[in-house]
């Protein structure tokens, strides 16, 4: 069983950045793929970025690519999520999640934390 808790979101000014981190429990965080999605009003849920367990390879929604990294520290059971030049269509609450592999499906993944607010106004 894994347990996430995000943190870090916020109001930022269009253009302007905050890293999201998520605190992981248990023993076993360093086996997990962990990926971050975002759900804005009315929208379904979309894939931002994850991150393998393995060799830390990351991949990027196309619309996120060379604006957010996303990173991890095993030794700190956490997860980061740096968002560099946000834009207003950035805004959405940002869900941290942990899987068995890297992916961009929903429902690869098993375990949800409970999102944080990212507002970027223009």
């Known amino acids: 069983q894994v347990q996430l808790v995000e943190s870090g979101g916020g109001l930022v000014q269009a253009g302007g950045s905050l890293r999201l981190s998520c605190a992981a429990s248990?023993?076993?965080?360093?086996?997990?793929?962990m990926g971050w999605f975002r759900q804005a009003p009315g929208k379904e849920r979309e894939f931002v970025a994850a991150i393998s367990w393995s060799d830390g390879s990351t991949y990027y929604k196309g619309s996120v690519k060379g604006r957010f990294a996303i990173s991890r520290d095993n030794a700190k059971n956490t997860v980061y999520l740096q968002m560099n030049s946000l834009k207003p269509e950035d805004t959405a609450v940002y869900y941290c999640t942990a899987g068995p592999k890297s992916s961009s499906r929903y429902d690869d993944y098993d375990y949800w934390g409970q999102g944080t607010q990212v507002t970027v106004a223009s």
């Open positions: 248990g023993r076993t965080f360093r086996s997990y793929a």
